[in-house]
Structures are given as C-alpha cells and as structure tokens.
C-alpha cells in the first residue's frame, strides 16, 4: 500500500511562496498519477494540478500562472510550487497518489495566506 507524506505548508503574506513536497513509498512511483488538491472547511475538494507518468500537467484556472506541478521519480517525491499566493489560496492541501484503480491520500498540509 502506498504511503504519502505532505510538507512545507505554513503561514504566508498575500503575494508570498511556498513550496509543498510529497513524498511517495513504494517502488513503482514512475508509475503513479499523481495530484494536488486543497479543502477549506465547508467547501468542496478542489483539484488544483495533476502529473502523469509521462510528465504532462494540468491546472485549475486559478492555479495557472502562479503554481507549478513537477515529479522527481528518483526521489519519489511530487512538489507544489506556490508563487503570489492569495489569500484565496489559504486550504488544507492534499497529496493524491492514484494507481492503476486504486487511490491514495497524504494527511495533507495547512496552507494559510493572511490578508
């Protein structure tokens, strides 16, 4: 079963960056799709960008522009890259491991942009 560990939120001012990493077990990581999505409490799970195996990303509207997915197969790991953070931006960012039929979740982060 695959593990995922989430890092690198924090608190941060409107127009700051932050980074977030996830780190995957297992040694079929190349394999994986992996996603970022946020939640804030009362709202809907929101996906905010994808990579494939393959390296070809996807991003929500509001995304786009400011964060950048990318995958280091060597380490297993995903990253999130933040820039000119909003303070809409401010969720609980989770790390989604999706294997063949199967799907896997990170404890996800706390990302909060201050107004």
């Known amino acids: 079963q695959v593990q995922l560990v989430e890092s690198g939120g924090g608190l941060v001012q409107p127009g700051g960056s932050l980074r977030l990493s996830c780190a995957a077990s297992?040694?079929?990581?190349?394999?994986?799709?992996m996603r970022w999505y946020r939640q804030v409490p009362g709202k809907q799970r929101e996906l905010v960008a994808g990579i494939t195996s393959g390296g070809t990303t996807n991003y929500a509207d509001s995304a786009k522009g400011r964060f950048t997915i990318s995958r280091d197969n060597a380490k297993n790991t995903v990253y999130l890259q933040m820039n000119s953070l909003k303070p809409e931006d401010t969720a609980v960012y989770y790390c989604?491991?999706?294997?063949?039929?199967?799907?896997?979740w990170g404890q996800g982060t706390q990302v909060t942009v201050s107004s």
């Open positions: 989604l491991a999706r294997l063949y039929f199967r799907d896997y």
């Open positions: 297992g040694s079929d990581f190349s394999i994986y799709l």
